[in-house]
């Protein structure tokens, strides 16, 4: 099974600050990675997939790249709705997996 | 504008069964894959089943083989996840998830979720 592990666990930033979240699998999985946000109380929202590309809707300040094993998601500047709990996914190999999450909490 | 809807939420002993539905609309349910994933506050996301489109081809966890059955009925835009012996690590809240086209993409709508509580 692909695990995906993400770093940090918890991410302390100031509105308006970059957040740079990482994810790195343990085998390839190309450009075949998603990116999801989730608030408490609600579901995950689809923010990035392919590795690079925002879903419908998403603002521009979030962007995402790498391949292979390493990926980040990066929050150019964050906004009072940006602090919530991020996941990265894989889609290259059966059974689909998740990281573990990052957390950005507001410093 | 693409909406899914899970039920079945429910209280169930070890080794019972539970059917979850979700009822998709808004977009052309035949089309998409659609996918299970559950979440509990220890193990974060697990994703649990998938089913083509057409319904012809599906995927499951290890966890969950030879115990749930994911289906769809795509006259009803309905998807199903039919849950047998049922043990206390599959408590969870569990999402209908729409793949972007095939099997092969990521989730781009979630349904709102429904908690299954698997306890004597």
């Known amino acids: 099974e692909m695990v995906m592990t993400q770093s940090p666990a918890t991410l302390s930033v100031s509105p308006g600050e970059r957040a740079t979240l990482s994810c790195r699998a343990s085998q390839t999985v190309s450009s075949n990675l998603a990116w999801y946000q989730q608030k408490p109380g609600q579901a995950p929202r689809l923010l990035i997939y392919g590795a690079s590309t925002r879903a419908t809707g998403i603002p521009a300040r979030f962007s995402g790249s790498g391949s292979g094993t390493e990926f980040t998601l990066t929050i150019s500047s964050l906004q009072s709705e940006d602090f919530a709990v991020y996941y990265c996914q894989q889609y290259n190999n059966w059974p689909r997996t998740f990281g573990q999450g990052t957390k950005v909490e507001i410093k | 504008e693409v909406q899914l809807l899970e039920s079945g939420e429910g209280l169930v002993p070890p080794g019972g069964s539970l059917r979850l539905p979700c009822a998709a609309s808004?977009?052309?349910?035949?089309?998409?894959?659609m996918s299970w994933v559950r979440q509990t506050p220890g193990k974060g996301l697990e994703w649990v089943s998938c089913i083509s489109g057409s319904g012809g081809s599906t995927y499951y966890a290890d966890s969950v083989k030879g115990r749930f059955t994911i289906s769809r009925d795509n006259s009803k835009n309905t998807l199903y996840l039919q849950m047998n012996s049922l043990r206390a690590e599959d408590t969870a809240v569990y999402y209908c998830?729409?793949?972007?086209?095939?099997?092969?993409?990521?989730?781009?709508?979630w349904g709102q979720g429904t908690l299954v509580t698997v306890s004597s």
């Open positions: 998830a729409k793949h972007v086209g095939n099997p092969s993409g990521p989730f781009d709508y």
């Open positions: 808004g977009y052309t349910f035949s089309t998409h894959a």
